[in-house]
T-cell receptor, first 113, second 114 residues
Framework: DQQVKQNSPSLSVQEGRISILNCDYT??????FLWYKKYPAEGPTFLIS?????DKNEDGRFTVFLNKSAKHLSLHIVPSQPGDSAVYFC????????????FGQGTRLTINP | KAGVTQTPRYLIKTRGQQVTLSCSPI?????VSWYQQTPGQGLQFLFE???????NKGNFPGRFSGRQFSNSRSEMNVSTLELGDSALYLC?????????????FGPGTRLTVT
């Protein structure tokens, strides 16, 4: 049962344009969402998070939007840079689960010069 | 501040053997979680420790176990290794155990079972 889904295995975007990565979830108990970036042979790196009481959180070039009614969140990267090429994971957790993260399958983002 | 460190980085074992992986969290972090990453199943939660107590456990067989020491360092053990245990094992640490604390991951230990 895939509680967190990233339906696009890959995404290709031109440098300077906006990258939009999407994530859907099924468990309404989730109340905290995170995005991680992963390079090969490294562990995931925390990017940005959002609490379920908010609908938007911004940090520099990264913005996460949360639509609770649709159980959907998205990560916007603008402008996209070549160094953003990596696998992006969406993750979720709920209060009773404490630190347990439920991950999506990941989206491989490629930024083309 | 040093990041999360995991040792060893690479390991090759034979079916039936057991293995112990080690994780040192970021200084001051008291919560340690373990994840398994495989191509087929993605990143899956194994267990979480806080102040030497297991707080949460994922859906893995009893062959997978862990512990945390008083200095917050953690180890995980897999006994009677199977081919399907080949994976990248990731450790993550966080300052506290609450839901709003971000987790910071180590580079992982790549385990190959032959």
């Amino acid at each position: 049962d895939q509680q967190v889904k990233q339906n696009s295995p890959s995404l290709s975007v031109q440098e300077g344009r906006i990258s939009i990565l999407n994530c859907d979830y099924t468990n309404s108990m989730f109340d905290y969402f995170l995005w991680y970036k992963k390079y090969p042979a490294e562990g995931p790196t925390f990017l940005i998070s959002i609490s379920s009481i908010k609908d938007k959180n911004e940090d520099g070039r990264f913005t996460v939007f949360l639509n609770k009614s649709a159980k959907h969140l998205s990560l916007h990267i603008v402008p996209s840079q070549p160094g953003d090429s990596a696998v992006y994971f969406c993750a979720a957790r709920y209060s009773q689960g404490a630190q347990k993260l439920v991950f999506g399958q990941g989206t491989r983002l490629t930024i083309n010069p | 501040k040093a990041g999360v460190t995991q040792t060893p980085r690479y390991l090759i074992k034979t079916r039936g053997q057991q293995v112990t992986l080690s994780c040192s969290p970021i200084s001051g972090h008291r919560s340690v979680s373990w994840y398994q990453q495989t191509p087929g199943q993605g990143l899956q939660f194994l267990f979480e420790y806080f102040s030497e107590t297991q707080r949460n456990k994922g859906n893995f067989p009893g062959r997978f176990s862990g512990r945390q020491f008083s200095n917050s360092r953690s180890e995980m053990n897999v006994s009677t290794l199977e081919l399907g245990d080949s994976a990248l094992y990731l450790c993550a640490s966080s300052l506290g155990a609450g839901v709003s604390y971000e987790q910071y991951f180590g580079p992982g230990t790549r385990l190959t079972v032959t």
